[in-house]
DNA sequence: CAATTCACTCAACACTTGTTGATTCAACGA
DNA sequence: TCGTTGAATCAACAAGTGTTGAGTGAATTG
């Protein structure tokens, strides 16, 4: 027994980052609906309602669990590589916070709307990147692929994707998402 | 008033339909958890205890809402052109029992059975059509790129997608899925 | 026509879940 | 040292949900 600092405010930030962890977890298994203060609060070794106290309600314990960094745009160099980088980092595990949005975005508004634009962004920047007629829509399919692949693997647990490894799909990957890149 | 035939075999067999007809659409619009039971029963008005009655628990009516015929096999002659036309197929609105299990599969762990074993057994016919070393993967790449149109576009509604017809997609997503099938 | 079956409704139970207000007690500042 | 702050708990409410059992009345059957 030492190190606990009992210091209060730190003992606030501790127990906080605590509850957003084990926020993070529950949400990115079970989804918005599935998850319960109770279960969130029972893994972070709180009462519920500190959780309430905290974070005011349960969609805004889940907003603030699911925020994370931008996605850093393209170098506009290479697109393709950029995305297949993306997936080879993916193929080990996603960040939380990504896995919970993600989870919750078929059957939460408001994690439908987020993960819609995200992906908006990106294909704007993908179409811009690759320029030609039907830019758009090349660039809506090659994010499209990128989202069943991540979700058919981090999610799904399709079995023939949870051998292979990262390099190995991107690898796979490449010409078919070469193909929409270019004409 | 007239046509409403009063006999009771018929009466049944239409408000059971009228049931399921509601619940395949409430299921496909919110996904299992936030369906309830008083939602379909309203909607088929109905009383919530006959669906019940009927049905016995709710995971038995999404069930039951939910069972498909099963996808027919791939002709084997083109595998790739039989995958598009079905995409040209689900460009138009896809069947609402499918929907529903899709919309549930994040979230809902039978839903996710189901979903991964349907995709397994066309990763499955895929790779033996395919042949090659590496078949499996490429054969599960097909299939999570169809995945991840399929959600971007219907369940999603992509932006870049939403206007697209059909037979454009399929068009423009051909190459890609070559790459994949020939090595 | 009388008895019975059965589609359908009503009211309620049991439980879960988000949320709240009062309360406790250790850290803190004077 | 002592009053104050604030982290943390406890008990409970209110609403929503799956589910059940008793009931009602029209169709069915003999």
Redesign the pocket.
């Known amino acids: 027994m030492e190190g606990t600092p ?4 730190e ?2 930030r501790r ?1 906080e980052e605590r509850i957003l962890s084990a926020a993070r977890t529950i949400f990115a298994e079970r989804g918005f609906q599935r ?4 279960a969130v609060a029972a893994a972070a070794q ?5 959780v ?2 905290y974070f005011g ?3 805004a314990l889940f907003e603030q669990a699911v925020r994370i960094p931008e996605i850093p745009p393209l170098d506009g160099l290479e697109p393709v590589e950029e995305l297949l980088g993306r997936i080879g980092m993916k193929m080990g595990p996603l960040p939380q916070a990504t896995l919970a949005v993600m989870r919750s975005m078929l059957t939460h508004p408001d994690a439908a709307e987020e993960v819609r634009g995200k992906l908006d962004g990106q294909v704007a920047r993908l179409a811009e990147a690759i320029g030609s007629g039907d830019a758009e829509l090349r660039a809506a399919l090659m994010v499209s692929t990128m989202l069943g692949v991540t979700i058919a693997h981090q999610l799904l647990g399709l079995t023939a994707l949870r051998d292979a490894s990262g390099e190995r799909i991107a690898e796979t990957l490449r010409p078919s998402l070469r193909a929409l890149a270019d004409g």
């Not at 009992?6 to 405010?9: C, D, G, I, V």
């Not at 998850?35 to 109770?38: M, N, P, S, V």
């Open positions: 009992t210091s209060r405010a003992r606030r127990t998850t319960t203060i109770r709180v009462d519920p309602a500190l309430m106290q309600s349960k969609q």
